[in-house]
């Protein structure tokens, strides 16, 4: 990946930027495909028929719902990006529009403008954060089910998490904590080394190689095997749809 990066000398050209994507595109096909493997390891019977060599179209079922997911949650981002820019500008407008009217001089009342731009932006950002998580969570057990050969039952998932989703997502975020531990301290260490100059050593890109790896690893033994568990749990629907 490190390779593949382009330079950020001018002139910037989006061309540039093809092998890296594809490059990420396989990675996360790949990733994708351990992850399947783990919650089958844990969901299955190793002996069964259903946990024999996973099927091409049962793969790519998985990969779109993964990648279909993020693409939600990005979603999720950009429109909670958008009613931010809409609510300063109907701010700026009323602003302009009292100014004209009603004589306010908005030049008086700098501080107050300074405060409530940011406050906005606050609120905008965890509101957009936590419907992000409340959908994520409430869909959390879909892609557990499509990887054991389920379908795409949205909305027996979301009847199973109905008046769980606190649970589920305390649950997943207790499980990586050891994760996210490890990916502090690799960013903390990383910000040290450039302020003391030595990104440039070939030892940091060794260090940051396989602890890069251990660390996605990492989040790879805990999350589907946490996924397992919670679909175990909870997917009460899902589970007798499949039996059907």
């Known amino acids: ?15 540039t930027y093809v092998p890296l994507g594809v490059f990420a595109l396989m990675d996360s096909a790949l990733f994708a495909l351990l992850i399947m493997h783990a919650i089958r390891f ?36 950009c429109l909670a990006t958008m009613l931010f820019c809409l ?79 606190w649970s589920i997502w305390l649950i997943q975020w207790c499980a990586g904590l050891p994760t996210l531990a490890a990916w502090a301290l690799v960013a903390a260490w990383e910000l040290a080394s450039r302020r003391q100059g030595l990104a440039s050593l070939s030892t940091l890109n060794t260090f940051n190689a396989p602890t890069t790896a251990l660390s996605a690893f990492g989040a790879l033994y805990v999350s589907a095997p946490c996924s397992a568990w919670l679909y175990r749990r909870y997917a009460t629907t899902l589970k007798a749809s499949t039996a059907h």
Do not use: K
Request: net charge positive; proline share 5%; hydrophobic share 50%.
């Open 42 to 77: 844990v969901l299955l019977d190793n002996d069964s028929t259903n946990a024999q060599p996973i099927s091409v179209p049962n793969y790519w079922r998985f990969l779109g719902c993964t990648w279909g997911l993020a693409i939600l949650a990005l979603m999720l981002v």
């Open 87 to 165: 609510a300063m500008a109907l701010y700026v407008g009323l602003m302009i529009w009292l100014a004209h009217t009603a004589n306010i001089v908005i030049a008086q009342h700098p501080a107050e403008v300074r405060i409530l731009i940011p406050v906005v932006g606050a609120g905008l950002v965890l509101f957009s954060g936590g419907v992000t998580c409340f959908v994520l969570t409430r869909l959390s057990l879909l892609h557990t089910h499509v990887a054991i050969g389920g379908t795409l039952r949205i909305r027996d998932v979301w009847t199973d998490t109905r008046g769980h989703c």
């Open 1 to 15: 990946m490190n390779a593949l990066r382009p330079d950020r000398t001018p002139p910037f050209r989006l061309l």
